[in-house]
């Protein structure tokens, strides 16, 4: 695992910015795993400025997302497609048919079973961009005594519930379950790059970067296990983590 530790939230976001535009140029029709929630958001605005200024063509490739919320439309502000289109590709040259989000309506274990598929449809992810949440879960692979490997419909603690409560309205309009990519699908890519800011992520990081110990309580921990892992943090969080 290499840890990356930036001067700031910014230099951290061009960075793996960086990275993607480097991984894109090498291969045109590469496949990135791609996440939401507030993290990334700059990041994303660099890959569109990169795109603007001609620096990056994404018109070749493919991504996947890791989550999206059950029980919300497509259409709904605060889907992840809809966070997908307004934060990215609504302002890049991809194909949004060669773009997958799961779906949060319908039959979930079939909505499930089609974002399994799609994880390895054409290959796997050549990079797998994560954040991480509070309690330690990549995707929403929830904090608990077991982990699931495949894609699934979980429910979210209560942890990830208060967390997300400020893209809302009010909490309790958090939808309490989502559809996520298992443990196996992200640990599958060939390249894993996760990005945290913010002092609430320290004890997760903690869990990730500081010992040997993998638990489940701590889902991050499982990339311990995998050969080619990219964290990058800013000076502020590398202090607190110690
Ligand atoms: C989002 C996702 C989540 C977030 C995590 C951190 O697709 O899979 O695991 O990465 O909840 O969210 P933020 O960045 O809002 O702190």
Avoid: W
């Amino acid at each position: 695992m290499k840890v990356v530790v930036t001067k700031s939230y910014d230099e951290s976001c061009a960075y793996v910015a960086d990275m993607i535009c480097k991984l894109v140029n090498e291969k045109p029709n590469c496949k990135l795993g791609l996440a939401t929630g507030g993290t990334p958001v700059p990041m994303y605005k660099k890959l569109i400025e990169a795109n603007k200024a001609g620096k990056v063509d994404f018109s070749q490739v493919h991504t996947v997302n890791l989550d999206e919320y059950c029980g919300i439309p497509e259409t709904h502000d605060q889907s992840y497609r809809y966070f997908m289109n307004t934060n990215l590709f609504d302002h890049i040259n991809i194909d949004k048919a060669n773009t997958y989000v799961a779906k949060g309506m319908g039959d979930a274990e079939a909505n499930a079973a089609e974002l399994e598929a799609k994880v390895r449809e054409g290959g796997v992810a050549d990079l797998q961009l994560l954040g991480i949440g509070n309690n330690g879960h990549i995707a929403f692979n929830e904090a608990s005594d077991h982990l699931i490997s495949v894609a699934h419909i979980e429910k979210l603690t209560e942890s990830t519930i208060n967390a997300n409560a400020r893209f809302f309205e009010k909490k309790e309009d958090v939808p309490t379950t989502a559809i996520t990519m298992g443990m196996g699908d992200i640990m599958a890519a060939k390249c894993v790059v996760l990005i945290a800011t913010g002092l609430a992520k320290t004890d997760a990081i903690k869990g990730l970067v500081m010992d040997n110990v993998i638990t489940t309580q701590n889902p991050s921990s499982m990339l311990k296990m995998h050969e080619n892992v990219v964290v990058v943090i800013d000076q502020e969080l590398a202090d607190a983590v110690g």
